[in-house]
């Protein structure tokens, strides 16, 4: 998706975005391609410094607080404090802190591929090309998981000529394979000894929106898990937004409806038009 155009904006508008994960960074890099005038500080959970976050601390509008992740929002006086009881004020607040898996990572888990998002697809895709040169056949995958990340990561597979072999049961272990590809997994091992086998594993399990922040603050929040959002991003308290895969629209989360980029572009277009529209009405207490 293509930058949103330039909106005129106020050099007094103050974004914070909670959260620093791919959601985040997407929406950092649109506005500052939107040349957005105000400042942007982004509250990251993450203690290393990677290096799309710090090409993103050199913006000149852009301040990154790396291990220093929101813990509490006071919608009221729109300020958001950090773990170590810093407070940043806000004119626009977005949400980003992505989604947990719900249970305990498989054993060689990170051997495999694994689908999340409507982002891995591309990656997978990637993956399967590689496989399938190396092979010179049709490769024969084993899916785990059940729900709309399954299904989407099976359409993901059959689109690329892969013969998926699809269990909702959960392996104890993910077992490294041979393959020169990259792909080191090529079967998994269930608790009662038996094993299935293929030429890559994906794994698309369930995850949970990490609403725990939103939903202390009084944001509504979907019955499934994550912060119930309009088309337009925001939520049910004026001037807090949210994307990435903390976000749930229609009861989804919205990493499973809309990429990263995609989400961001939308999104910096709606906040760039809230910026120059001036203050933010706070709710009727």
């Not at 084993?142 to 359409?155: F, H, K, P, Y």
């Amino acid at each position: 998706m293509s930058a949103p155009a330039p909106t005129p904006s106020t050099s007094a508008t103050r974004i914070v975005i909670a959260g620093a994960g791919p959601a985040a960074q997407a929406l950092v890099s649109q506005l500052d391609r939107a040349s957005f005038a105000g400042t942007i500080t982004v509250l990251s959970s993450r203690d290393d410094t990677p290096e799309e976050l710090l090409e993103l601390a050199l913006l000149p509008q852009v301040s990154v607080r790396f291990g220093q992740p929101a813990s509490h929002i006071d919608a009221v006086n729109r300020t958001v404090a950090t773990a170590d009881g810093l407070e940043f004020s806000y004119d626009h607040l977005v949400i980003a802190t992505g989604s947990a898996p719900v249970a305990n990572p498989v054993e060689g888990a990170a051997q495999c591929l694994s689908y999340s998002t409507i982002d891995d697809a591309a990656r997978i895709a990637e993956a399967v090309g590689r496989v399938t040169r190396e092979l010179g056949r049709r490769p024969l995958g084993i899916l785990v998981g059940n729900g709309t990340a399954a299904g989407q990561a099976e359409a993901v597979l059959r689109a690329r000529g892969v013969r998926p072999i699809r269990t909702t049961a959960r392996p104890a272990a993910v077992v490294p394979g041979q393959s020169v590809s990259g792909l080191a997994a090529s079967a998994v091992v269930f608790e009662d000894g038996s094993s299935m086998s293929g030429d890559l594993v994906v794994l698309a399990e369930e995850r949970v929106a990490r609403d725990g922040l939103a939903a202390s603050a009084g944001l509504r929040t979907a019955a499934s898990g994550g912060i119930v959002i309009s088309q337009d991003f925001r939520t049910s308290v004026p001037g807090i937004w949210a994307i990435g895969d903390a976000a749930a629209y229609d009861g989804v989360r919205l990493g499973l409806l809309v990429a990263a980029a995609s989400a961001a572009g939308a999104c910096a277009t709606q906040l760039l038009t809230a910026a120059s529209a001036g203050p933010v009405l706070q709710a009727a207490a």
